[in-house]
């Protein structure tokens, strides 16, 4: 067998040969399903890749995409933006967040407005950039604005772990972790007396490729079994995204619903169990965490354990803090299209007063929100 | 945002728990926090997220695809070959 090359990695999986080839096996395959199917991608990497390579066109009519909440910025509630910009415009403290965040709106304004009114507000690439703007400012607090499903998880707990363990007294979490499998249970079977999710349309869940690195497949069983939808974990790439979609239309056509994976090269039935250990150590489950678009959604957050309350920005800083909640938006239906009721373009304000450039739903204010993603490449689907 | 981009593991400094990987020609330093101690070994393939390597991959599962990828080709191939031979035998205008 020839050795692997770096280059194997990123073109052997966006081969355009490839992806003909899976196009002819899932359209023959498809030709024998016994009704129309709704594959759900949880994660708004898959939709940014659905729609970037336009996998949506290579697919016959019976297959249809219901694109997921999986974008953490997207989902981020205004109540907790409106949090990173009240911190940031402390006089003392320089608010610390991944680039993601500069453009998302709360109520107040975005991080990049703050910023404009004279709060210091740091976009990093990494957490770890956050211990240097420690040492720079040793009069400052440094609050850590922590964002990000499973996948992103850990990195912060890993940046804790150093704080505490080189005893930096100067840096602060604000943490807004959230996890997939709750939200994916929200969808399909809602606890929320007001939401009819017996509606849903979903018929199978192509699973997330990274957060599945960290938590590894084992948080999606109970979705065949006790939900009776299967699914399948699939890598970014365009092939890899084709290969899982054959695999969905093959479970149905043999009558089987399981948990398969297709991205094998990096995701295990058990994931990355240090990282899992770092993030049971420094977090707990909340409650509710309210998600843009589709409201609370039980133990679906984390937050930091009581024993880590003194570096609990969201504790220290309380008294300044609302908890009040606000409203979305009264036009924007995100709620629906995240349930697979409503396409983006379907949505009156969509691409008139909500742009990319100025979002007022969850769906448009990142490149992986569905909204988005229609309004970038969606003219290719016409 | 959860994107992370497959790299090589050209250096290790395990004094500093950091390894340096290339991306496709960038190099770049990435944490080995998340790793096991001893992991991670010189030429490895991982995957990098926002500054720190989140696993590693599996280059037995990543070649196993790329042949199963190969074979649906050559299938494929065939396939089409035998199309064009068909479509030859029975085209009407032969002789014309």
Redesign the interface.
Known sequence: MADLTLKDLYDGFRNPNVIKGLTKLINEEAKKLPHSINIMEVCGGHTHSIMKFGLLQLLPQNINFIHGPGCPVCIMPKERIDHAYILSMQKDVILVTLGDMIKVPGSLGSLQDARANGADVRFVYSPLDTLKIAKENPNKKIIFFAIGFETTTPMTTALIDVVLKRRFKNILFHINHVTVPEVMIELIDSRDEHVDSYNNRIDAFLGPSHVSVITGSKIYEQFPTKYHRPVVVAGFEPVDVMEAILMIVRQFNEGRCELEIEYKRSVSYDGNLKAQALIENYFEKTDLFKWRGLGNVPDSGYHLRPEFSDIDAEKIYANILPRKEIEDHKLCICGDILRGMAKPDECTIFGKACKPQSPLGSCMVSSEGACAAYYKYGNLLK | ????I???VIKLDLERNVATV?T?GVKREA?L????EGDVKLGD?V?L????I??K???E??????NV?KE??E??DEQERQELIEKDDNCQNRGK
């Open positions: 945002m959860c994107l992370s497959p790299s090589k290339d496709m944490g926090e998340l790793m096991e393939y995957l997220h926002i500054g720190f989140m696993n991959i599996d280059e599962d990543a070649l196993e695809s790329l990828y649906i080709l299938k494929l």
